[in-house]
Structure formats: C-alpha cells, structure tokens
C-alpha cells in the first residue's frame, strides 16, 4: 500500500506547531491540544496522545480503532495520523519522565462538542449517564456505535469518549484500549469471547434498553463489507507497528477478520441474553 494512500498520514515533527498544555479529562494517555498542518495543507487544531511504554500498544490500538470505526461511517474526526515525536517535541511537551514515551504518537484532528465528562462535571455518574442517554437516543449511529464496540471489542466507551455538540450531534474518539484492554496479549482476544461494552452500560444503567436490538444485529451485518474496506490498511499499520511480535500480529488480524463475520450471529445471543 503507498503512503500517499494511507487514511493514516504520516505526519512530519515541522507539521506539528503550538503545543498547548496537556488535556484532564485522560488518564491512559498524555493528551496534548496542538495544531497540525495536514497534507492537503489544511492547518487544523488537533490532540497529540503520546503513551509511556507500559502502554505501548496505544497508537496502533488507536489506529485500528480509529480505520474500523470510519469505515463503518460512524463520525470519527476528520484527521489522523501518526507522528516520530522529536526532541523538541518531547522537550516542549514537559512529561515528568519523557525517557519512558514511545517514540510514535498519535494524532487526531478535534472534533466538535464536548464529552459528558467535561459537559458536566459536577454530576455523578448515573446523572451524567442519564443526560447522556438523552442525547445518545435520539442519535441515529447509536446501534452502529454499540455494533461497532463489540466487533473491536472495546470496553472503553466511557463518558470521556464521546463528544455531544449544541445539536445533539455525537462524535467518536479515543481508541486506545482496544481490543479487550490497552495492553492486550494474543490470549486476550478469543473470537467468540464477550467483552463489556460500556455504551450499553450506560444506556441500560436503570434497568431500560433505550434502544432497538435488532438494529445493532443489522449494523453488525455491515461489518463484513467494513472490514474488506479497512483490511488493507490495517494489515500495512499492524506489520508496522507489531511486525516484531507475530504473536499479536496474527492474534488481531484473526479476532478482527473473524468477529466481523460473526458478528450478526455473537451479538443477537448477547443481547438476547440481556433482560428485556
Ligand atoms: N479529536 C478530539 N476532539 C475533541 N476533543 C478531543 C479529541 N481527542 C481528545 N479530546 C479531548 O481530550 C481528552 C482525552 O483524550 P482521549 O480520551 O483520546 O485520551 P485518554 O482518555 O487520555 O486516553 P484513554 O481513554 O486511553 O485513557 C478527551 O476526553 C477530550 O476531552
Ligand atoms: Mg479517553
């Protein structure tokens, strides 16, 4: 695949100008706001997540998230990419232990809204959730996004990873601890295993399921043409970034190929399973 092709931009050190200071609501990463002249020129503000290396599996983590998600049309933002931080970079960042930041970080472009986290921060978490619910009901990926969590099997859709703007628009970010956890092992993704999938926690905190199964099941059907769309892609940023460690490599070409033809099939058993 050539890299003028990529989704993923390989983003230059110079192209990335005024870092600005580190992100709260994130604990997994260092999340800094920055900007980013892109390669069709566009200057953008833009989140630069770096990962020490106990996480090192963050970027591609959130690249395969990041690929997966757009290709099932669900609202990512409208840039990514990846970046060889320099020392200046490091430098400007001001980590307290900068010896221990992987040398590749990724970036995203911002995405309008804010998450319900930040929206309201006072509010414990079933009144959080259930604020959030409101505005997740009436949104119509809600079933795309519930399918799409379970075939990445990410247990991380927390009230920090969506945004919400002023017209009840929904916007997907944060990918990082994905598939099953951050620092996943090939053991870790068994194809028919189930993993939580937090979004449904929040939707039925109370007990209700806001929302149609039978249009995750539908969603899930997609997963196989979004899979033919993404698979090139991801196989050329998984032999980038885990080609030394076959193990994982084949564990996550396998998981990800095989739960998007089993996805109709797992999810209509799980959530069967769910009380109504
Ligand atoms: N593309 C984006 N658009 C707008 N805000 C963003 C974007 N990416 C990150 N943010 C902001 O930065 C915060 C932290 O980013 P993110 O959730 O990706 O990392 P994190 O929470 O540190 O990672 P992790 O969940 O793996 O611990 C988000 O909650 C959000 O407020
Ligand atoms: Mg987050």
Not at 90 to 101: H, P
């Amino acid at each position: 695949m050539g890299i003028e092709s990529l989704t993923i931009e390989v983003v230059q050190p110079s192209s990335i100008r005024s870092i600005r200071g580190r992100t709260g609501d994130g604990k997994m990463a260092e999340t800094f706001g920055c900007d980013v002249v892109w390669s069709d020129g566009s200057q953008m503000r833009a989140f630069l997540k770096c990962f020490p290396a106990c996480r090192k599996l963050g970027v591609i983590n959130e690249i395969t998230g990041y690929l997966m998600a757009k290709s099932c049309s669900l609202p990512v933002p409208d840039k990514a990419g990846v970046v060889k931080l320099s020392d200046e970079i490091i430098a400007s960042l001001e980590i307290k232990d900068c010896t221990n930041i992987v040398e590749y970080a990724f970036l995203v472009s911002e995405s309008p809204g804010s998450s319900p986290n930040s929206l309201y921060p006072n509010l414990n978490d079933a009144a959080k959730a259930n604020l959030a619910r409101r505005v997740l009901k009436r949104w119509p990926a809600l079933c795309p996004l519930i399918a799409f969590d379970d075939w990445a099997a990410n247990p991380d859709r927390n009230l920090g990873n969506f945004l919400i703007n002023g017209s009840g628009d929904v916007y997907v970010i944060d990918h990082s601890n994905m598939p099953s956890g951050v620092s996943w092992s090939a053991s870790d993704l068994v194809v028919d295993g189930k993993y939580r999938n937090c979004l449904v926690d929040i939707l039925t905190f109370d007990g209700a399921i806001p929302f149609e199964k039978a249009f995750v099941v539908k969603a899930a059907e997609g997963h196989v043409d979004a899979y033919d769309e993404a698979k090139e892609e991801l196989q050329f940023w998984w032999d980038a970034f885990l080609g030394g460690d076959p193990l994982r490599y084949a564990a996550i070409d396998v998981f990800i190929r095989e739960r998007a033809q089993k996805g109709k099939d797992r999810i209509s058993q799980n959530l069967l399973q769910m009380p109504v």
